[in-house]
């Protein structure tokens, strides 16, 4: 039990040594995240929708 208590104070310890994003950072790279995971779902999208139209017209 000993091990896990020192393990949490040096967790703690070495969360004072990162270098954390400002407010606007985190919002602006949220909103990258956003914007690419939109773009690739409808990219997958018309994929899907291609290989579908594809499939359909052969059977």
Same mark, same amino acid.
């Given at each position: 039990?000993?091990? @896990?208590? &020192?393990? #949490?104070?040096?967790?703690? !310890?070495? =969360? $004072?040594? %990162?270098?954390?994003? $400002?407010? !606007? &950072?985190?919002?602006? @790279? $949220?909103? =990258? ?7 690739? !779902?409808? %990219? =997958?999208? !018309? %994929?899907?929708? #291609? #290989? $579908? ?5 052969? #059977?």
């Amino acid at each position: 039990m000993n091990a @896990f208590i &020192q393990y #949490l104070r040096d967790v703690r !310890a070495e =969360l $004072t040594h %990162v270098s954390w994003p $400002t407010s !606007a &950072q985190a919002i602006g @790279f $949220t909103g =990258l995240v956003i914007i690419i995971v939109i773009i690739v !779902a409808v %990219v =997958l999208g !018309a %994929v899907d929708a #291609l #290989l $579908t139209i594809g499939i359909e017209s052969i #059977l």
